[in-house]
């Protein structure tokens, strides 16, 4: 294949969409099965590998051209790719331009979703033969994740229990960005029926990753560490009722939240004040609970607590809004508990001054999510 482009734009190293008029006519020019057996050829040549992925993600990224393909032709190119991403003797940048060739097809959904079983399996191989070790790896693995839930919605949402635990894993990686994206997935996917992955996330939880997030609040000097409690706030909404099945467990979830409201820094700060809704959410599931006077007292705990470790704007207007989301949420009870939680919220808007002066009216409850989605950098 390389021969055939050699000297070309096409194999200069650059983002898809800048060679639209030589794919065009590259793909006009050779037959599907010509151009399979050239790709094959080029995959056995380590010097000429990965130009020839790179050529080919050009190729399969523009539309008229990817679209034109088969089911057998896309199941052809998916399991060759598949094989390159999955083999242990391939380099990292080769592993890392098969994932990029995958996530940036655009072939026809239906055609894909044939396949899709294939590229689950893989990208779960390739995530757990990587993890903590090649951000790249992890970066691109997600991007294929994210692109196959855009793709074939239905069909990745039946398949949960296959992939959710890669992205599972990449919550707790300590690059930025890895983390970011596989929150904005994680985030995402909770809109879906979750049943099958709740035990599996809780025993997670109990056996390894309850103390994962304790120690990485205790590394509170290091940047993001407060993305932390954003994939605490995940696994609340996650776990639903399981959430409640034990006062064991949940004081074990718990014990996150109490040393997040410990910590300094505003941003800290704001952030388990947003992630506390999805405490609020849990027990709204159920009214009784959410009024039981020994959850409310729970939720109202950091709410109405004077020992706020940091008195600026961007806390209190995170308080705020866990405020007036806890109100929202109390429908028909509001007249009882106007003591209990309306009371203590007028203090709080007193005790704030000036800071809540000029704010506007948080929407309610049921028109903004529990916790906002993270979007990457």
Known sequence: MLQLVEGSQATKSRAPGASDGFCRTFFLRY?????????????GNAQCRTEALH??????????IARVYSEQDV??????????ARDVAMDTDTVIRALWCLSNQNFTSSHVQASCLIILDMAGEVVCRY????????????????????????HVIRELQKWYGS???????????????????????????CTVLVEWVKEELKKTYLNVMLSRLDENALEHSHVILLVWAHCIRLLGKTVRDTSTFLNQ????????????GSLIQSTIYTSWQ?????????????????????????????A?????????????????????????????????????????????????????????????????TPCCP
């Open 131 to 154: 993890i903590h070790k090649v951000s790249m790896v992890e970066m691109e693995a997600l991007n294929l994740l994210s692109k196959l839930y855009t793709q074939c919605h239905g």
């Open 55 to 64: 050529f080919l993600g050009c190729y399969i990224f523009h539309t008229e």
């Open 167 to 193: 992205v599972f894993l990449l919550l707790f990686s300590k690059v930025p960005l890895v983390q970011q994206k596989a929150l904005t997935l994680a985030t995402a996917m909770e809109k879906n029926d």
């Open 278 to 306: 999805a405490v609020i959410s849990n027990f709204a599931q159920e009214h009784e609970v959410l009024v039981n006077q020994k959850r409310l007292q729970l939720v109202l705990l950091p709410l109405t607590s004077p």
């Open 75 to 84: 199941a052809k190119v998916v399991k060759e790719l598949s094989q390159v």
């Open 31 to 43: 037959s599907f099965d010509y151009l399979c057996l050239l790709f094959q050829m080029d995959l």
């Open 253 to 264: 979830l718990l014990k996150v939240a109490e040393k997040g409201f410990k910590q300094k």
């Open 308 to 372: 706020v470790k940091e008195c600026v704007e961007q806390v209190d207007v995170a308080r705020l809004n866990t405020w007036w989301y806890l109100i929202g949420h109390l429908d028909h009870s509001k007249q009882q508990l106007f003591v209990q939680v309306c009371i203590p919220f007028l203090f709080f808007l007193l005790w704030s001054g000036s800071k809540v002066r000029h704010l506007k009216p948080c929407d309610p409850p049921d028109q903004h999510p529990p916790v906002p």
